[in-house]
T-cell receptor, first 114, second 116 residues
Framework: DSGVTQTPKHLITATGQRVTLRCSPRSGDLSVYWYQQSLDQGLQFLIQ???????AKGNILERFSAQQFPDLHSELNLSSLELGDSALYFC?????????????FGPGTRLTVT | AQTVTQSQPEMSVQEAETVTLSCTYD???????LFWYKQPPSRQMILVIRQEAYKQQNATENRFSVNFQKAAKSFSLKISDSQLGDAAMYFC?????????????FGKGTKLSVKP
């Protein structure tokens, strides 16, 4: 158990819908990362937050957004869902924002868009 | 931009034998970190081993060790005395040292099968 929690574990929804994925980092970790794992794209970095502020953006679509709240949990919002958005979404956390700090991964949320 | 390449989509090893998974990367940075992550069928991402680029000594964690060749930008993972529980996807990952960002860059992965 990494100490990072993600809810829900599974999510099935229809195209065009909007969903919210939730992540609670390890106690004391200030930085949260979101990654997407799909069959065709592999594991890709989406976005990073540090202590409530956006720190870095990766290959995140404009239909996707995220935020980190004062209690440090984070939410990833996916809207206007398409079949290609079906993937496993991981949240990871680390104590600080810079390189060199180990990232601990949550169990992931499996999103299926039908 | 940094890239990570794993040229072996699948590998197979006999139980108790040794197997080596390959990884190459491209970067213009001199300081960075390299990782191997294991992803079993449960899908959980588990850190196996970590190497700091400034360290010449290869990292070792029990049955897992790496061969880090900085000049060649190569970072292979050796698994000794393979066990059935080692069967999983293995991802090589790169991380810049310092700065204010810390996102991992992953290779495509190698699926390791262990035969009893």
């Amino acid at each position: 158990d990494s100490g990072v929690t993600q809810t829900p574990k599974h999510l099935i929804t229809a195209t065009g819908q909007r969903v919210t994925l939730r992540c609670s980092p390890r106690s004391g970790d200030l930085s949260v990362y979101w990654y997407q794992q799909s069959l065709d794209q592999g594991l890709q970095f989406l976005i990073q937050y540090y202590n409530g502020e956006e720190r870095a953006k990766g290959n995140i679509l404009e239909r996707f957004s995220a935020q980190q709240f004062p209690d440090l949990h984070s939410e990833l919002n996916l809207s206007s869902l398409e079949l290609g958005d079906s993937a496993l979404y991981f949240c990871a956390s680390s104590v600080e924002a810079g390189g060199g700090y180990e990232q601990y991964f949550g169990p992931g949320t499996r999103l299926t868009v039908t | 931009a940094q890239t990570v390449t794993q040229s072996q989509p699948e590998m197979s090893v006999q139980e108790a034998e040794t197997v080596t998974l390959s990884c190459t990367y491209d970067t213009s940075e001199s300081d960075y970190y390299l990782f191997w992550y294991k992803q079993p069928p449960s899908r959980q991402m588990i850190l196996v081993i970590r190497q700091e680029a400034y360290k010449q000594q290869n990292a070792t964690e029990n049955r897992f060790s790496v061969n880090f060749q900085k000049a060649a930008k190569s970072f292979s993972l050796k698994i000794s005395d393979s066990q059935l529980g080692d069967a999983a996807m293995y991802f090589c990952a790169y991380l810049d040292y310092g700065g204010s960002q810390g996102n991992l860059i992953f290779g495509k992965g190698t699926k390791l099968s262990v035969k009893p």
